[in-house]
Each structure stands twice: as structure tokens, then as C-alpha cells.
């Protein structure tokens, strides 16, 4: 079950790697199950030919064990709710099986916002971007128009510098945490002079502003075209509407100059004017550029893999329909250079040589969403077991993690992968 992040609600992630086998194994042959919460506080017992026992803790009214497929359901989770949960099952030859998964609850992670700061000498300008948000668990990417900056850059703030030779048009903030990611961009017209772009998802409410407006004005008048008002105030007057599909949904603060849109649809993308007449009689004129994008969906990639000898060649493609997305893959080592930035990827296996991961990222300017293969070998696919829950919902099956055959041993647990790229 996928997590939906809307709202302030929390979600949780379970994460484990699949035991070949391990379901049939777990099946057959057991006298007694019993799932921990802690190593000493037991949630529930299960003995053959005995009523499953509930034991008196936090989860009593919200847990239900399958016994038959050994399958822990939890209701409604919270955050105090993560811990290492632990199950063990006793076997008719009197061994004891031990096995753990980490179950982790989260809250999903706010949206950043850019701070710039920027000093500029002669021809060069230096930045400095920051997005650092209250939650210090999450992870912080930093893009710019060719792809992300190199690990080592990677923080809550990043230095860089323009120069009229060089300089990146756009900055993306990207912070994350295992369920969930935001991000924050801002644009550049030329070295050190930003440009006003603003970018939303149907239904959003906008707020368009331009900074450094003059103080003393005689009227202002916002355009969605260069012929279309929407809204004008002139001093002394009161705020004119004009007859148009913003009349309802539009609101002028006349001391800022900002603009507020209600519930924005794609339709609303233009670029909009703001004229400013002064009180020298001089007029000014300002321009923002508001895209109402679709969120990208998750991709899937499909695989085509063909094998001589010793070598493989694999074909990957993750094409999304009806969107204008950036496609970016990554292996194992970081980014594929730029050139082979496409919907579809290429590349070669050999026992000596080949990436144990690929990951296919699609994204726009709001949103972006990625998905991951595994190899165990040359040509071989792995397999991974990734469920979200999202708290305060009911949990169908404790979302496949806890039941059998996805169980991990303790000889393994250390092979959690407790982050999505």
C-alpha cells in the first residue's frame, strides 16, 4: 500500500529483504509464535491447539495476529510505535527461530523554502543557498540545471558562484526522509539577477509577488496577458476587478501588490504582468511566469535483457506518458554522464563488471519520483520488499513485511536498506 503524504498525517516504512523459502519453512511444524515489541514485552502468543493470547500493552486493541500465516496486523500506528519488532517460533523439534524487522514511523517532511544570499565583485557573483528546515533526520539534495551536486556538497546550505560565462539557471532544495521528499526551486535570468517564476499543482492556492516593488505608487495593474486585466487599484480608488475567470478567485493586497489566485487549474499558466505607474509619472513594468503542472507519477521500469556468452546486454526504459518530465538514471557509483539521459538506458553486464543497481528518475519543476531495480549477478534480478503505511489508517496485512515469507533472520538484519533513493 503506498503512503499518501496529504495533511500533517504520519506514516510509517517497512523495509526487508525477501528469505527464499522462508514462508514454506515457517509453516510447517510449529508449536508456538509469539511477536515482541521489545525483547521483553510480548504483543501476542499463538500456541497449537491453545486461543491465541493478547498480552496487555499499547497494541492490545489494535493488533490482531493471523495464525495461520503468522501475518501481525497493526491498526492506526504512531510514532512511539517504532521500535525492532521481534518474532519468534517454536519448531515440533523444540528449536527456537528468531527473527526481527524494524518498522519505523515517521512524519512526512515539510516543504522547503530557498534563502538566497548574494555578493557580487565585479564580475563574479557569489551564492549562498539555504533550505534548512526544524526536522534533522532528513537527507538534503542539492540540483542545478544539469543534474545533482556531488556528494561531498550536499548539505542544508551550498556556496556557488556565478560568473557571465557560467552560471546555473535554476536551483532545486530537495529534502527527504525514507517516506517522503519536498522540494523548493528558484531561477536565474543572468549572473545574480533572479528570475520571477512560480510553479504549482492543480488546485494549489498561488501567491504571485514581485520584490522591491517602489514604495510610492499612483496605480498598479495586474495582466494575464498583455491585454487581459484582472484586477487594478489606483490611489484614492477602490480595487477594480475586472469580468474575467479570476474575478472569484482573485484577491489584490494593494499595500504589497501581491497577488492571490485561489485553487489554480493549468489553464491559469501564463506569464503575468504587473504595470506600476509611479508618482514621477514613470510606468514600470514587471513579469512572473506561473506553470500549473501535474505531480509526475512513479515510474515504472521495464526490462529487456539479452544474453551472449559471458556478456548481457540490458535495455531499460521508464517512459511517462503525457508529461514533460527530465529523466535522470543513476547507478551504483552515482549519475549516468549526461548524454545517456533519456527515457531509455543501455548497458552491459559482465561477470567482471556490472551495477547492482539502476534507478530511473522522472521528474518536473513540483514533483519527482523515481523507481529501482536490483542485480545479483550479471543478468540476475534481485528482489526487495518495499511497503508504506500510512498512520491512523488500518493496516491490511501489517503491509506484507511482517508476514512470513517476507521475514528477515537476524543474520541478516544488518542488510536493511532503510532508505529509498
Same mark, same amino acid.
Do not use: A, F, M
Given at each position: 500500500m503506498d503512503?499518501?503524504?496529504s495533511g500533517s498525517s504520519v506514516c510509517g516504512i517497512f523495509q526487508a529483504r525477501v528469505l527464499e523459502g522462508g514462508a514454506i519453512a515457517f509453516m510447517q511444524n510449529r508449536r508456538s509464535l509469539t511477536w515482541f515489541y521489545t525483547t521483553d514485552q510480548k504483543i501476542v502468543e499463538w500456541e497449537s491447539g491453545e486461543p491465541t493470547k493478547y498480552f496487555d500493552t499499547k497494541f492490545k486493541d489494535r493488533a490482531t495476529l493471523d495464525s495461520q500465516s503468522g501475518t501481525l496486523h497493526i491498526r492506526k500506528v504512531e510514532k512511539e510505535d517504532s521500535s525492532t519488532y521481534l518474532l519468534r517460533v517454536l519448531k515440533d523439534n523444540g528449536h527456537e527461530e528468531e527473527y526481527k524487522i524494524s518498522l519505523m514511523v515517521l512524519d512526512p517532511v515539510p516543504k522547503p523554502k530557498i534563502n538566497v544570499n548574494m555578493t557580487q565583485k565585479m564580475n563574479t557573483c557569489h551564492l549562498t543557498l539555504s533550505c534548512g528546515i526544524q526536522d534533522q533526520s532528513v537527507t538534503y539534495t542539492w540540483y542545478w540545471e544539469s543534474g545533482s551536486f556531488p556528494k561531498q556538497l550536499q548539505s542544508s546550505v551550498l556556496e556557488d558562484v556565478h560568473t557571465p560565462e557560467s552560471y546555473s539557471k535554476s536551483y532545486t532544495c530537495q529534502v527527504s526522509n525514507p517516506i517522503s521528499r519536498q522540494n523548493d526551486t528558484i531561477h536565474f535570468t543572468s549572473p545574480c539577477v533572479q528570475g520571477y517564476s512560480k510553479y504549482a499543482t492543480p488546485g494549489d492556492n498561488v501567491s504571485l509577488q514581485i520584490s522591491n516593488l517602489p514604495m510610492k505608487n499612483r496605480s498598479l495593474a495586474w495582466f494575464y496577458t498583455t491585454d487581459q486585466k484582472i484586477v487594478e487599484r489606483e490611489s484614492g480608488e477602490p480595487t477594480k476587478y475586472f469580468d474575467t475567470k479570476f474575478k472569484d478567485r482573485a484577491t489584490l493586497d494593494s499595500q504589497s501588490g501581491t497577488l492571490?489566485?485561489? !485553487? *489554480?487549474? !493549468? &489553464?491559469?499558466?501564463?506569464t503575468y504582468l504587473l504595470r506600476v505607474l509611479k508618482d514621477n509619472g514613470h510606468e514600470e513594468e514587471y513579469k512572473i511566469s506561473l506553470m500549473v503542472l501535474d505531480p509526475v507519477p512513479k515510474p515504472e521500469i521495464n526490462v529487456n535483457m539479452t544474453q551472449k556468452m559471458n556478456t548481457c546486454n540490458l535495455t531499460l526504459s521508464c517512459g511517462i506518458q503525457g508529461h514533460s *518530465?527530465? #529523466?535522470? @538514471? #543513476? @547507478? &551504483?557509483?552515482g549519475s549516468f554522464p549526461k548524454q545517456l539521459q533519456s527515457s531509455v538506458l543501455e548497458d552491459v553486464h559482465t561477470p567482471e563488471s556490472y551495477s547492482k543497481s539502476y534507478t530511473c528518475q522522472v521528474s518536473n519543476p513540483i514533483s519527482r519520483q523515481n523507481n529501482t531495480i536490483h542485480f545479483t549477478s550479471p543478468c540476475v534480478q534481485d528482489s526487495i520488499a518495499l511497503n508504506r503505511i500510512r498512520a491512523g489508517t488500518d493496516v491490511g496485512n501489517l503491509v506484507k513485511s511482517f508476514e512470513v515469507g517476507n521475514l528477515i533472520s537476524t543474520d541478516q538484519i544488518n542488510e536493511l536498506i532503510m532508505g529509498s533513493k
Open positions: 503512503c499518501s503524504l492571490h489566485i485561489r !485553487k *489554480v487549474q !493549468k &489553464e491559469d499558466s501564463s *518530465v527530465t #529523466y535522470t @538514471w #543513476y @547507478w &551504483e557509483s
